[in-house]
């Protein structure tokens, strides 16, 4: 009689990130996004524009791991919600450079401070130095699966 295949989810890596990611957007867009008309993925290009200045749409697909098409309609909503200017890069005219707006600015200002308590509360116990080596190794495995490396 042949073996079963045994995989324990409880300590299976791609379950457990999934399981903590899952958590994480949940709370979040439950309790900051939802109320202000976001979703994840437009958070996630708000806080790229935020961190990082304006950017070529192109470069916020990278950034953000959203694929093009949907990135073009996401900008698209944004600009129509007031949130960020899309305009043509002054290098080349096939570019759209994408920026927060004064509106955006202060909507990520009010939402990045729940953004890092829920980090906070979802690390709670952690000492600093692991999280540090989780956000680490975190970022290799993603290279690794992008062939970054």
Known sequence: ????????LG????YLINRVGFALVE???????TPNGLSIAMWRV?????N???QRQVDLVTMTSIDASTMSRL????????LVTRSR???????VVVELSPKGRVLVQRLIPIAKK???????GLPAKDLAVAKRALGRMYDNLVGRR
């Open 52 to 54: 990082n200045g304006e």
């Open 89 to 95: 890069s002054a290098k080349s005219s096939r570019e």
């Open 46 to 50: 708000l806080a790229a524009l935020s």
């Open 75 to 82: 900008v698209s909503r944004l600009v129509r919600d007031g």
């Open 27 to 33: 709370s979040f867009t439950r309790g900051a996004l």
């Open 11 to 14: 300590n299976y890596l791609p």
């Open 118 to 124: 829920l980090e906070q509360t979802a690390s709670a």
């Open 1 to 8: 009689m042949a073996e079963r295949p045994h995989l324990d």
